[in-house]
């Protein structure tokens, strides 16, 4: 029986058509994939359904009526509930407050916050989900915080359960326990879907897939019928190398070296403790772990946005620990930001203002910016790295986010540095993008750059990095050339390898 | 081409803007029984009736170009300057005692020297809501009109007690000759401030759209996370940033003193700092806009006076309009649905 | 029959030509509804229309830069036969506007111009509050009304630190000290001329160091001094006119300053070609400055005039700065 | 020295200090509503205007000061209600439209007392509130002094400030009402209604400086006068900030601000050597001070001055 059926359901934003005649049907009681790359219209599908965006087109079937779904008040009153990629959390209240509002246990006219915890207490026992009812959202863990999210969908008795990319931010541990409590959902009579664009994970977890590209539903499969490298077929439209070729290269003098960093935040919290890292000429060197172990503080304490309380940071042998950005840079520091929308960018600014950003004194003579100059270059760039846009005037925030992206590796790449900090290059960029990044940042260290890439992509690393550190909790627990999948996961999550 | 017809719908919204506000206070005159014709005809020829009128307008613009430009500056690198009121009086104040002391300099010296003077003045009053922004995150809106009570307290209490002028009246003798700006026009009072006025926006355009400070006091306001990545120091900027937004309210304050007042006088000000505010959202934060913007309420506040006195319409009635104009320009999206019906 | 057509003739041109009398104010920028000062010119060339038939404009700008242009706009327009000036703060803009339009004639109050075609009309400020300050002293110790308590307390508000109060203030501290030298005359200033709100806690906080008559000198803010003095029932002083009405009970008397009857005399003196551009400086002996006699006792009133008889004699210097009351 | 001490440790200038913090403490929780659901509110100052006039015209309409209070509260709510709908509906800078209203405000007032009454500075006197005396408190040796005796709008101001600490932290409302402020986007996701509660908050807001003003022209004088709130709101502004976005905090920030103006006032008349203006400037440095301080340690709600698109 189709719990929900999607009917030619289309939705354009500006020119961009996000979903395009969509039909798809999912059965009670399943747990179904929604597979695709990022842009491939999975997201916003779900956010129609789940009122947040209404369809221009098409019609929405829930248990076989149909259902006109305009706000997620809408939604939530017919069963379903959704856990955002990006948790819809307050973080200065308690998880219970979190939990509750909207929907509040009430006693006289005030919040009966006593029945509130109970219950909150209740159904995460009866799921496993150990959720502390008082805890303050800001201290609590991300995987707790994303059992938070499972609880406020639970708490408003939703049958259908949507996860919009739950993994992304879980230790390969955290996942495995989420998988569990997944089954537990199923097992209770809930229906599951489940966006993603890992292979790995739809194999493992779904009963049926359906891959989307470019807005379209390309097919629906019953997992157990399938293979990843079809499925990784119907989701990129060909064959694609999951393996990037590495020249084999012997590295030269050591370019960056971290001695001993270490770093708190607020209260004294340790945030870094004790790093030590070297990166030489013509090598990568990764940086493993699941985000939120102080993988944006490392980036930031190197490219001089915070200040360390204790080590030393060298840059071709020179101190530069005290440095301020602005210098570092001089020194020949590049950096791609893990954030490209917050740090990288000015995306109210025009191309050729975003292209200079960073390396702006070179463009400027007596205090005058030199406009031609700035022209030529930012028109060699686009060029180059083959930024889609329409003219140099055009403001960065009408990119798509793979040629945002671009722009800043490009910018990046394009200054002579001697040594590139790249903290998730490939974060939310299709995978066309990604390949040609990949390209480059190898094209890099072949021109015996050092590199120190940042990633929480497990595959990215073990394919481009020569050596791979794994941080976990502010701290490098390994170091070493060659890891397993397992070795990493083990280590990510704060194992030791017997 | 794309920018063009932007640039031209900006243009557009402003207009709708202020046409709205105008029929609004049309309404108001008509619900109140008196003649809208007759009201706004006379607003009209006061404001550009006459030579003298315009002169008149003129004279009033350039206070409100300079605050306007304030406003604006500090817009650029994200900061809210209220402040510009408690500037422009230092700002004054600063400008008539370095005028009387160094009266023995030739005018030639004494004039940019005295300018300079006022326009630092105001700096060194919106450093400390900018060093304050950076150092502690203290709100600039709240501490700037903070700084704009403290500031007209200060000067009155400076000038009352060490440089009044003997006499019942709470001012500074007469600045020298040789540090008051020429008249273009004679008892028009509109002096060569006017071109010091015209002079400073496209200074002010340059700096934003060709200098690389200007690029980087503008990439701060637009995103300062970016701005710190790119080594750009944000709380640098921005306290420079308000340091030149104090220079022009410094520098409205000068310009009346050389122009108009020809000394400095307790509260002589009718708001110019808060009208900047109004200039500045309608000129849209653009030195060239801001320079139309304050002709706009120049000729409202000159034109106003005509229609007080022979049409018999209070003068608040501008005030409203001028009310009138900051909510609809900060809105295009009202307009935008207004146009679509 | 003759005689009376010509009469008539002659009675007729001279009301015309007293109607064509028209005059022109520009008020200081606290603007009307002060129910002092620019509302006491209001009513001086309200009776001189109604008395003399004239007409007039008037002008309420809101900062110093606009008296110049208002000034101006009336001048140019050659209607009117007199053009005055209420408040000091318009000299700088009478100064030039006088040159520019030589033929035209002025007037100032509260300030000196000297211009061949301004009259000037100021007030020795010290000499009304040395009377009502007199009178406070002598009144606070009047036990056994209710509205006044044992201290030799007294007070006066200032609108704000300009000389031109302060010689009020200092008339006001040196008449109370002349009623008794032990007498402690409390001052301060409201910082803002329409702060009413302002000016009742600052009468309140005088009240409650032991003040039982306080003076308001603060325009628009002084009325929240005769307010809180009728909140909290002890004596009150008016200034510039008579503002008994306010509060009956409470009104001790009032700071005269009878710019009604100057604006009044200077539309006069024009109409009866006795326009003179010279200094008037105005005080008790031109019963310009003076004080009412509202809730005021028959003895207070009766040292009062000897005082004020001794003043206009010169038999008593009054100090026009706070620091020489001592 | 002694002098001083004595002005500060009298009750007289604790008493004071609650009058004059009656339009403060109003206009800050009015601050604290808006700013909670995620609005900037600098239009403190003209809806305190706003107030301060409908109150007096109410009185000057009917004789009868309570509905006076009842016509300022109910044009705070189209106030605040036409702020809600620039913010909100129309998109407008937070900060750039709370200016325009109280510009808007300051003409349309000033312009309606010469159109009503035919003066531009004040109105003609009303019947004022007056002072209603509690029998048993008034009858306590201190408490009795600073309590026993005020206008209801005082009363109802302590009132008012209990009562919303209970709505915001206590009722389902406040919480949704926070979740908005925070993050619009999960109070969305969890099917809240931000508009509804958002204008509620805003009206509600205009409501309380609706009173404030009331406070101002007919409590504690009986006209009303031309900018009469003069600069009020924008130190209520600042003792929402200070005061941690939090009633029992505004109220406390208010006071404190009153206190040091009440202060400053008696300070005046003793006739130290410390001339009179820096006297004066006193309540606005410690605002700014208090202010620097503060902020290291109190922050925002997370979504403040942001435009969030409900759902659709």
Known sequence: ?498 | MLKRLKKYSDLGYSLIAIILAFAIGALLIYLSGLNVGKAYSALFNGAFGSLFNFTQTLMNTIPLIFTGLAVAIGFKSGLFNIGGEGQMYLGAFVTAITAIYLSFLPSIILIPLVLLAGGLAGSAWSFIPGYLKTRTGAHEVVTTIMMNYIGILATSFLLLRYFQETGPIPQTVFIPESARLPELIEFSRLTWAIFIAVFVVILCDIFYKRTNLGYKIQTVGKNSSAAEYAGISSDKMMVLSMMISGFMAGLAGATIVMGVLHRFITNFSPGYGFTGIAVAVLGRNKPVGVLFAALLFGALQTGGITMQLFAKIPMDLMVVIQGLVILFVATPVLIKKLLRK | MRKVFVTLLILVFAVCVIAETKVAIVFATGGLGDKSFNDAALEGIKRAKSELGIEFDYAEPSAITEYETYMAQFANSKNYDLIISIGFDQADALTKISERFPDQKFAIVDMVVVKPNVASYVYKEQERGFMVGYASGLMTSQSADERVNDDLVVGVIGGMKIPLIDANIAGFMAGAKYADVNMKALHSYVGNWADPAKGKELTFSMYEQGADIVWGAAGRSGLGVINAAKEKNFYAIGADSDQGYLAPENILTNGMKRVDNTVYIAIKDVIDGKFEAKIYSLGLKEEALGYSKNLLPADIIEQLEIVKKKIIAGEIEIPAVIEEVE | ?312
């Open chain 4, 1 to 312: 020295m002694s002098e001083i001490l004595d002005v500060i440790f009298n009750i007289n200038t604790f008493s004071a200090a609650i009058r004059i913090s009656v339009p403060l403490v109003f206009a800050a929780i009015g601050g604290v509503f808006s700013e909670r659901v995620g609005v900037i509110n600098l239009g403190l100052e003209g809806m305190l205007l706003g107030g301060a006039f409908s109150a007096v015209l109410g009185s000057y309409l009917t004789g009868n000061p309570y509905i006076g209070v009842l016509l300022a509260m109910f044009m705070g709510a189209i106030i605040g209600f036409i702020f809600a709908l620039f913010t909100l509906k129309f998109e407008a800078n937070h900060v750039v439209a709370g200016v325009g209203l109280n510009i808007l405000l300051l003409g349309t007032t000033t312009w309606l007392m010469q159109i009503i009454w035919g003066s531009r500075g004040t109105s003609v006197n009303v019947t004022g509130l007056s002072e209603i005396t509690i029998p048993l408190i008034s009858s306590i040796p201190i408490i009795g002094k600073l309590f026993g005796s005020h206008n209801i709008l005082v009363y109802l101001m302590f009132v008012v400030v209990i009562l919303s600490w209970i709505v915001l932290f206590r009722t389902p409302f406040g919480l949704r009402l926070r979740v908005i402020g925070e993050h619009p986007k999960a109070a969305d996701t969890l099917g809240i209604k931000i508009r509804k509660i958002q204008y509620t908050s805003l009206i509600f807001s205009g409501v309380l400086c609706g009173l404030g003003g009331a406070y101002l022209s007919l409590g504690h004088l009986n006209w009303f006068s031309m900018n009469m709130s003069a600069g009020r709101g924008y130190m209520a502004l600042a003792a929402n900030i200070f005061g941690g976005w939090n009633p029992l905090g505004a109220f406390g920030a208010s006071y404190l601000f009153a206190f040091t103006d009440a202060l400053q006032m008696r300070m005046q008349a003793l006739n130290l050597n410390v001339p009179n203006e820096i006297i004066q400037m006193v309540p606005y440095i410690l605002t700014i001070l208090v202010l620097a301080g503060a902020m290291i340690r109190s922050r925002p709600p997370a979504a403040l001055g942001k435009h969030y698109k409900t759902s659709r």
């Open chain 1, 1 to 498: 029986m189709n719990i929900i059926e999607f009917k030619g359901i289309t939705k354009t934003f500006g020119s961009l058509t996000a979903n395009s005649n969509i039909d798809l049907q999912i059965k009670k009681g399943e747990i179904h994939c929604l597979l695709g790359e990022n842009g491939a219209g999975k997201t916003t599908l779900v956010n129609i359904l789940f009122g947040l965006y209404n369809q221009d087109k098409g019609e929405i079937f829930i248990a076989g009526k149909p259902c006109d779904i305009n706000t997620p008040h809408k939604a939530i009153e017919l069963g379903l509930g959704m856990i955002h990629q990006h948790f819809m959390l307050v973080d200065r209240l308690t998880t219970t407050e979190n939990i509750i509002a909207g929907e509040e246990p009430m006693k006289n006219g005030f919040v009966d916050m006593t029945r509130a915890k109970k219950q909150v207490r209740k159904i995460s026992d009866e799921y496993h989900l150990s959720v502390e009812p008082d805890a303050i959202v800001e201290n609590i863990s991300v995987g707790e915080q994303q059992r938070v999210e499972i609880l406020k969908v639970l708490y408003r008795k939703a049958k259908i359960l949507i996860f919009d990319e739950p993994t992304a931010v879980l230790t390969p541990q955290e996942v495995a326990s989420l998988f569990k409590i997944l089954n537990k959902l199923k097992a209770g009579g809930k229906t599951i879907i489940f966006i993603t664009h890992k292979l790995e994970e739809t194999m493992k977890i779904s009963d049926r897939v359906t891959v989307l590209r470019k807005g379209k539903v390309i097919d629906t499969v019953n997992t157990s019928n399938t293979s990843p490298k079809e499925l990784a077929k119907m989701m990129v439209g060909r064959e694609v190398l999951l393996r990037v070729e590495k020249e084999k290269k012997k590295s030269g003098e050591t370019v960056l070296e971290i001695r001993n960093v270490s770093l708190y935040g607020k209260h004294k919290r340790p945030l870094l403790q004790n790093i030590n890292i070297s990166v030489n000429q013509g090598e990568i060197v990764g940086i493993a772990g699941v985000a939120g172990n102080g993988q944006l503080e490392l980036e930031e304490t190197i490219a001089g946005l915070r200040k360390i309380q204790a080590g030393q940071i060298l840059l071709n042998g020179e101190d530069i620990t005290g440095k301020q950005t602005k210098e570092r840079r001089g020194k020949g520091l590049s950096h791609i930001p893990s954030d490209r929308l917050k740090r990288g960018l000015v995306p109210s600014s025009d191309l050729a203002k975003n292209i200079i950003l960073g390396n702006h004194n070179a463009f400027s003579k007596k205090g005058f910016l030199q406009r031609d100059k700035i022209k030529k270059y930012s028109k060699n760039i686009i060029e180059k790295f083959d930024i889609r846009c329409r003219s140099l005037q055009d403001n960065v925030d009408q990119l798509s986010g793979g040629n945002q992206q671009k722009l800043v590796i490009g910018r990046e790449l394009s200054t002579n540095p001697v040594f590139i900090l790249a903290a998730q290059p490939t974060r939310g960029v299709d995978v066309g993008a990604i390949e040609f990044i990949h390209q480059n940042l190898l094209e890099i260290r072949k021109k015996n750059k050092a590199v120190l890439l940042i990633s929480a992509e497990l595959e990215e690393l073990m394919s481009l990095a020569d050596r791979i550190l794994v941080i976990y909790e502010g701290r490098i627990v390994s170091e070493k050339k060659k890891y397993t999948r397992e070795e990493l996961g083990l280590l990510m999550a704060g194992e030791k390898l017997g």
